[in-house]
């Protein structure tokens, strides 16, 4: 693996480690938390109501977030191989940009550039 590409897997693993924590932080903060990081109002609400989706859904999101990182962090030798490492590597990229290209060529802000 060519340096600049570590550069990039490194802060990869570094922004899904901390979208993790963030969503931990904010099913332990409660509804304000939800709010402060700009969740979605129906899931705020449902903070507010005490139901299980935005813990739930906070729960499943930290732990794709930490698999994503736990990949990244193997990809990069600072954790023994996982299974199926380049599979895995290549299923996260695929899905973040299926995610996120319809996002961007529909034009909304929260797509980037």
């Known amino acids: 693996m060519t340096t600049p590409s570590r550069g990039w897997i490194f802060l990869a693993m570094l922004i899904a480690s901390a979208g993790s924590a963030i969503h931990v932080a904010a099913i332990l903060g409660g509804p304000s938390w939800y709010a402060f990081f700009d969740a979605p109002p129906f899931i705020v609400a449902s903070a507010q109501a005490g139901t299980w989706l935005a813990p739930v859904s906070a729960t499943v999101i930290a732990g794709l977030m930490s698999l994503c990182a736990v990949y990244a962090a193997s990809a990069l030798g600072l954790i023994r191989q996982l ?21 961007r060529i529909a034009g909304l802000p929260a797509a980037g550039p």
């Not at 290549?90 to 319809?102: D, H, L, Q």
Request: no cysteine; hydrophobic share 55%.
């Open 83 to 103: 299974p199926l490492l380049r599979l895995g590597l290549a299923g996260i990229a695929a899905s973040t940009g299926a995610v996120v290209e319809p996002l």
